[in-house]
């Protein structure tokens, strides 16, 4: 008999801090990451068979190599590691990430004013400062994160070798690279993001895992293009039940790697519960 496909990544990603229109709404009042709440969040993870914890960093950490990026919410890089080490201790794989897409929905505004630089030799020598301190603290055995989502500014031929660079620098330090794709977004007023993606899918190292996102359907055409590639894929399905079975369900069936989980709101006493309930739901439909 067959053995029953399962996922090899039941991932949650979580936010130390984030940039986003959203969210900027609110930046100026932002509440520093609490680590307590970080800490249930993987001892929930832990519980619920969540096996991969991403975490947004941006400048909600404070670099030791670069200080001037702290903001009055920045919390110790002690905290990550805190964090870090109980994941770790609970047989889940700690993934930073960093958000290196520029263009109107303010990515990267977290790297300023070092996101001006365009791509430039200092660009990119401050970029990996940056992660080497992520790596130091987290300690990824595998993966990480940069973003690249809804990109407006890079031409696609930048677009690509942008992902290419980080992908050259991150191999030197034994990590894949993981990225969003944001072909749910072709045919829509937001085109010009998917056009970017589907270009990118031609020419990147296929070691690059991609994470096609879409919160209210699963892209059953996307998961079976990508997988065709070559390419490792996570689902980042929306917060129901409903949704993220939908997913599964095609990620099981066309050959992709797992899924990744996440409510795009600060990691605070407040947000909690929320935080919580969709662990506990992932666990439910994918255990």
Avoid at 92 to 119: A, C, M, T
Avoid at 151 to 159: M, V
Wanted: charged share 30%; glycine share 6%; net charge positive.
């Amino acid at each position: 008999m067959k053995p029953k496909a399962t996922l090899s990544v039941k991932g949650f990603l979580l936010h130390v801090t984030h940039y986003d229109p959203h969210w900027m709404k609110t930046k100026t009042r932002e509440k520093p990451f609490d680590l307590r709440v970080a800490l249930d969040v993987v001892e929930a993870m832990a519980h619920a068979g969540l096996n991969l914890l991403v975490v947004d960093c941006a400048d909600g950490v404070r670099y030791r190599s670069h200080p001037e990026l702290a903001r009055p919410y920045t919390v110790p890089m002690d905290h990550l590691r805190a964090l870090a080490d109980r994941a770790r201790e609970l047989n889940i794989d700690v993934v930073p990430k960093l958000n290196f897409s520029q263009g109107l929905h303010v990515h990267n505004l977290w790297f300023r004013p070092y996101n001006e630089l365009y791509d430039n030799d200092e660009y990119w020598r401050v970029a990996f400062e940056l992660i080497d301190e992520l790596i130091d603290a987290c300690r990824p055995a595998r993966f990480f994160h940069i973003g690249m989502d809804e990109e407006n500014h890079r031409s696609y031929r930048h677009y690509v070798r942008a992902i290419k660079t980080l992908r050259a620098g991150l191999r030197q330090r034994k990590l894949r690279t993981v990225v969003w794709n944001d072909t749910a977004l072709e045919n829509s007023m937001w085109d010009q993001f998917a056009e970017k993606c589907l270009v990118a899918e031609r020419q990147l190292p296929k070691d690059v895992v991609q994470v096609p996102w879409c919160y209210d359907r699963a892209l059953p055409n996307v998961v079976k293009r990508l997988v065709g590639h070559g390419f490792d894929v996570w689902g980042a399905p929306g917060p129901t039940a409903e949704r993220i079975q939908a997913w599964k369900r095609d990620i099981l069936r066309l050959g992709g790697k797992g899924l990744l989980f996440t409510r795009w709101i600060p990691c605070i006493r407040k947000n909690r519960k929320e935080l919580l309930n969709l662990i506990k739901t992932a666990g439910e439909v994918c255990g």
